[in-house]
Nanobody, 121 residues
Framework: QVQLVESGGGLVQPGGSLRLSCAAS????????MGWYRQAPGKQRELVAT???????NYADSVQGRFTISRDNAKKTVYLQMNSLKPEDTAVYYC???????????????WGQGTQVTVSS
């Protein structure tokens, strides 16, 4: 079994900061790309940021320059530092990992349960 457990969400005022964490655990052979997605009420889930196993990053235009994704491969953990938060960043944030559970198994996506981020005064 593989689990992705997120933490760090909450309520913050506009202009504030939050740091999300997501740790992968269980039967894992190799973690490939990791990332964060978000879903606001009434909207589709969208990509926020991704990071490869060697540190290549990709960001949505809406968060470029404000959010920073990073990872600790030894801990199988991905982080999302969110600065200059705006009300439109309010959403449930989901962690994603593309990983292999065994040497010869194909890689597949796993998702966390989601953590709520609310930006409001």
């Amino acid at each position: 079994q593989v689990q992705l457990v997120e933490s760090g969400g909450g309520l913050v005022q506009p202009g504030g900061s939050l740091r999300l964490s997501c740790a992968a655990s269980g039967s894992i052979f190799r973690v490939n790309d990791m990332g964060w997605y978000r879903q606001a009420p009434g909207k589709q889930r969208e990509l926020v940021a991704t990071i490869s196993s060697v540190g290549y990053t990709n960001y949505a235009d809406s968060v470029q320059g404000r959010f920073t994704i990073s990872r600790d491969n030894a801990k199988k953990t991905v982080y999302l530092q969110m600065n200059s938060l705006k009300p439109e960043d309010t959403a449930v944030y989901y962690c994603n990992a593309d990983l292999r559970t065994r040497l010869y198994s194909p890689s597949r996506d796993f998702w966390g349960q989601g953590t709520q981020v609310t930006v409001s005064s």
